[in-house]
């Protein structure tokens, strides 16, 4: 490791073979912790690569346990995380209402590392049973239309390196790389970023593979579209700059946005959004959200007709059907 950071240090970069067993042998013990946190460090002064992105991927995705949905052809609602902004679980809730609307969903997601309450918190204090076993998998598919990929399941070469991220407590690279590895392989995808220059990366990554994907970064920072100003989307027909204004909605307030001080607070803001109890703003940026996965995964339904799917999904109590199948299967 030190001819590694040696080379770093001297601001010069990986070459994706490179970058791809770096990772492997980080996910073999081959390094200390002072040492993956030097390296983990390196990428927080500077911008990642290309290369490096897409090495530290493959690494990732050789190393994981796959599962196969391919049946199901789901869509993956997944953010990166680390925009520091402390809101209500958006892509999660968004996926349900997605699933609501009858469009199956592959979800990948972990524990909050560099925030309060991820994903995996939020379900998890809701009752939702984690399996990584493809028989549980494909039951919650057929009764929720959703089934949730828990990440350490999935990558068990990756728990050597868990304890230093959350020492750490900063965002890394591996934020940047969530919603790049969902062992199911999906076709589709919506993923929110954290910043304009990793939007562009993933645009340039997702362009080279056989899928339809949408990534957006709200201008502001947010990892998904917030409602709070202009947002970048991008997709396999290019990039657009979007404001609320254009798709006839309003400006939010961060505040509106916040998602609580706990776990706890955290998943009685879930339930009450799914029970069509949240506020105008949280759900006009749910359905939002979740319209575009719609549109995303069923191109021939208009982005309009998929943000009345997704209303429906929700104001039917679809979506909260959804999350009640989902606790029943253990």
Not at 311 to 320: I, T, V, W
């Amino acid at each position: 490791m030190r001819e590694i950071l040696e080379h770093l240090f001297s601001h010069h970069t990986l070459q994706r073979h490179e970058a791809r067993d770096i990772l492997k042998d980080m996910a073999a013990q081959s390094y200390n912790a002072s040492q993956m946190s030097a390296f983990l460090t390196v990428f927080r002064m500077r911008s990642i690569t290309v290369d490096e992105l897409e090495g530290f991927r493959d690494a990732m995705l050789e190393l994981c346990r796959p599962v196969s949905l391919e049946a199901y052809n789901p869509i993956d609602l997944c953010g990166t995380g680390g925009d520091g902004k402390d809101t209500f679980n958006i892509s999660t809730l968004a996926a349900f209402v997605v699933a609501g609307a009858g469009v199956p969903v592959a979800k990948h997601g972990n524990y909050g590392v560099s925030s309060l309450c991820g994903s995996s918190n939020v379900l998890q204090e809701l009752g939702v049973t984690f399996s990584n076993e493809e028989s549980v998998l494909h039951q919650q598919m057929e009764e929720a239309g959703l089934c949730y990929l828990h990440a350490p399941l999935f990558h068990p070469a990756m728990k050597h390196i868990a304890p230093v991220r959350r020492e750490l407590r900063v965002r890394t690279f591996f934020n940047m790389l969530g919603p790049l590895v969902n062992p199911s392989f999906p076709k589709h995808q919506l993923i929110g970023v954290f910043s304009l220059e990793l939007a562009r990366l993933y645009g340039y990554l997702l362009q080279r593979k056989d899928m339809r994907y949408r990534v957006v970064h709200s201008l502001d920072g947010y990892d998904e579209v917030s409602l709070t100003g202009k947002f970048k989307l991008l997709s396999e027909q290019g990039e657009q700059l979007v404001s609320p204004e254009d798709w006839g909605l309003k400006t939010v307030a961060p505040e509106e946005l916040y998602g609580g001080d706990d776990v706890a607070s955290a998943a009685a803001l879930f339930v009450r959004v799914l029970e069509g109890e949240g506020t105008a703003t949280q759900n006009q940026v749910v359905l939002t959200n979740a319209s575009l996965a719609i549109h995303c995964a069923r191109p021939e339904t208009s982005l309009e007709d998929a943000r009345a799917a997704a209303k429906e999904s929700l104001m039917s109590g679809k979506a909260r059907k959804v999350l009640h199948a989902l606790t029943q299967i253990g």
